[in-house]
């Protein structure tokens, strides 16, 4: 979409208040024109009339002022209180349709983009944009009334005045369009620069506990003054461009009145111009200069929200790279075989990191895949759901391949536990009701005592409504883990994938969970990757991937008996590293 259709697109849920906006726009500028003509007609007719019918009309007109700037003042507080609802509604709804694209995207769009600058399009960029939509129209809107009405008041006064103050607004406009070219490019720059702080700021404070452990607060501190001196730097960039744009604008206001001033004051020595129309003229200078002044004002609004909303275009228009074919079906009634039929992959820009991968999992059997790290196992089991598709070959869950299936039909029917658990900041039942939302009280408990942690929740205080802090800072890992086991047991998955599950563990929480696991893997397909070996004896095969390939498969006994990669590794955990 191009940035103006895409701009007035948010419009059309609020046509009703834009158009009542607009009228109230037009209200208060036919009112702010009057006064000068009521000065202006008092001035020539009025002031000749005889005391106490000079009383009585300006009665009525003051009486009648009273009640335009009454309506003036139902309009003014229409455009600002309903105006700004507006521009509000409007930043909701980019905003929620932001999101709703971002989690839309595939994981690439997430290795390649920060989280910080994100946060920085869904935040401070949108605020800008709400500003534009509320105040770009009403202030383009008035300031034109204005401009035009002034001016055809002013023509009717004077004509040669008027056109003198025309060409001074016509070097005006153009003196602003230069300086707007140039405003433009540094209010993107500093739109990205203050993306570049607020993920500094995010990397950091999600880090900081291992900053604290090495002692880096000194080092993190540099980085951020180094991003902050930059954002500030083309702040400053922005401020002196607006400095000369403002005094630019400033001294040709000044020139305006300079003219006003010098041949005002010679038409009327000339006998061409009334001493009064003078003054009706001054006040409709101030008029005429007063929305130059908002347009000149409201340059550096537009130009902060069509940054912030090219910004914001641009991730709406990125489209994801994994997404339901237009005839996919859903995957029903999911038995759970399993087959890599050649598979090749390579991530963007780098070798392949899957060479002609080709292994099947019957239903309800469990393979381990063990290899050296870097070897490809994770990118294995991330193809299966399709965190990423295959660049080759084919995956196929029972006998149909995952790309002609439903993502959400897909992924629902795969249940993941990883070695690094993340939890949302909410309580603990948020976190275990989490793998299937509608799930009952009982329902919960049950998963809790089947992931072996329902002793310890039903110990807290709290209990389940236990808040667990951000990414679950106040558990332990072997606590987080259960939980993440129990959010798989409601969700109860027909395909389990197992990745370095319980390998950051100590060896009692490793006991708790390790009996969960091999609970939860009971009748489910299962493939698990783990680098002690002492975990995957029970599996039906194990698959030993090197560089891409399979270099060895089979069950434990036999690959023991090869004595290749893997009765090595094997070696080399039980019989101790020196050997």
């Known amino acids: 979409m191009s940035i103006l259709a895409g701009f007035l697109h948010y419009y059309k849920p609020y046509k009703r208040l834009f158009y009542n906006d607009m009228i109230c726009a037009i209200i208060v500028s036919a009112i702010d024109l009057v006064f000068p003509q009521v000065l202006n007609y008092l001035t020539k007719n009025l002031l000749i009339q005889q005391t106490v019918e000079f009383i009585a009309i300006i009665g009525y007109i003051g009486a009648g002022m009273l009640i335009l700037y009454g309506i003036r003042y139902a309009c003014q507080y229409y455009i600002t209180t309903w105006g700004h609802v507006m521009g509000a509604r409007m930043e909701s709804d980019m905003r929620q349709d932001l999101f709703d694209h971002l989690q ?60 003198i103050l025309f060409s001074i607004a016509v070097s005006m406009t153009i003196f602003s369009y230069y300086q707007n070219k140039r405003m433009k490019v540094i209010f993107m720059e500093n739109r990205k620069r203050i993306a570049t702080v607020n993920a500094l700021v995010q990397d950091s404070l999600a880090g900081i506990r291992v900053i604290k452990s090495f002692a880096n607060e000194g080092i993190e501190r540099e980085k951020f003054r180094q991003g902050n001196l930059q954002f500030l730097g083309s702040k400053e960039s922005v401020y002196k461009i607006m400095g000369s744009f403002h005094a630019g604008n400033g001294l040709l206001e000044g020139l305006l009145y300079v003219v006003v001033l010098v041949s005002g004051g010679y038409f009327i020595a000339q006998g061409q111009l009334q001493a009064t129309d003078l003054a009706v003229y001054a006040l409709y200078i101030a008029i005429f200069i007063n929305p130059l002044d908002v347009l000149i004002n409201f340059t550096e609004q537009f130009q902060k929200g069509y940054a912030g909303f090219k910004r914001f275009a641009e991730v709406l228009q990125t489209q994801p790279e994994i997404i339901d074919k237009e005839q996919a079906i859903p995957l029903r009634q999911v038995k759970g075989h399993i087959e890599y039929r050649d598979v090749s992959f390579a991530y963007e820009g780098n070798k392949g990191v899957l060479n002609h991968v080709d292994f099947t999992v019957e239903a309800g059997k469990t393979i381990a895949l063990v290899g050296p790290s870097g070897g490809g196992k994770t990118t294995v089991c991330s193809l299966l759901p399709r965190f990423y598709d295959v660049t080759a070959g084919a995956i196929l869950v029972d006998g149909q391949d995952v790309r002609d299936v439903t993502l959400a039909s897909l992924r629902n029917a795969i249940g993941i536990v990883q070695q690094d658990v993340y939890l949302f900041a909410g309580s603990i039942w948020d976190n275990i009701a989490y793998g299937r939302p509608d799930a009952t009280q009982a329902e919960v408990v049950a998963a809790a005592q089947r992931a072996n942690i329902h002793e310890f929740i039903a110990g807290l205080e709290d209990g389940y409504d236990t808040y667990v802090g951000e990414r679950g800072v106040r558990l332990s890992g072997g606590q987080k883990q259960r939980i993440a086991i129990a959010r798989l047991f409601l969700k109860n998955p027909p395909i389990l994938i197992l ?50 390939q399979i270099q060895e498969r089979g069950d434990h006994k036999a690959l023991l008996a090869q004595n290749g990669l893997y009765a090595m590794y094997y070696t080399m955990q039980f019989d101790g590293m020196d050997e």
């Not at 509320?134 to 008035?142: A, D, K, L, Q």
């Open 104 to 163: 839309r995207l595939s994981f690439s769009y997430y290795d390649k983009n920060n989280t910080g600058e994100m946060m920085s399009k869904l935040v401070s960029d949108l605020f800008d944009i709400s500003e534009l939509a509320h105040h770009g129209p009403e202030n383009i809107f008035i300031s034109c009334l204005k401009l035009i009405g002034s001016f055809i008041l002013l023509l009717l006064v004077n004509v040669p005045m008027t056109l």
């Open 499 to 548: 990745d370095e599950a319980t390998s950051a563990l100590d060896n009692e929480s490793e006991r708790h969970i390790q009996s969960a696991l091999e609970e939860l893997a009971q009748n489910r397909t299962t493939i698990i990757i783990a680098h002690r070996l002492s975990t995957i004896r029970h599996a039906d095969e194990i698959i030993v991937i090197n560089d891409g």
